[in-house]
């Protein structure tokens, strides 16, 4: 079992930046892949970058040179620093874990899910 507890939410102006992270505990090998997800109101959930365990990364588009993944395995953290942030990427940021070698960014490829953080970018 995995668990997993996201903070570094809140509410900044477009252009501003935060730093997700992600705490996990639990099976190691149940989380070769970590990764950011995205859900605002209305939207299907949309993967937003992942990282697998040697620190490989995958980004979506449209978040490529301005976000940036990194985990900390002796802390086991998870983070996500979000720089030039945009109000149409407001919304509820979930951390998630696979047991799988190669990390997608298919929100059905994982198995382990945090509650949520909320992250609001106002024009």
């Known amino acids: 079992q995995v668990q997993l507890l996201e903070s570094g939410g809140g509410s900044v102006q477009s252009g501003g930046s935060l730093r997700l992270s992600c705490a996990a505990s639990?099976?190691?090998?149940?989380?070769?892949?970590m990764g950011w997800f995205r859900q605002s109101p209305g939207k299907e959930r949309e993967g937003v970058a992942v990282?697998?365990?040697?620190?490989?990364?995958r980004y979506v588009e449209s978040v490529k040179g301005r976000f940036t993944i990194s985990q900390d395995n002796t802390k086991n953290t998870l983070y996500l620093q979000m720089n030039s942030l945009k109000p149409e990427e407001t919304a509820m940021y979930y951390c998630?874990?696979?047991?799988?070698?190669?990390?997608?960014?298919?929100?059905?490829?994982?198995?382990?899910w945090g509650q949520g953080t909320q992250v609001t970018v106002s024009s």
């Open positions: 998630a874990a696979s047991r799988n070698r190669w990390c997608s960014l298919v929100d059905t490829m994982y198995n382990y």
């Open positions: 639990g099976n190691r090998y149940s989380r070769s892949c």
């Open positions: 990282i697998d365990s040697v620190g490989s990364t």
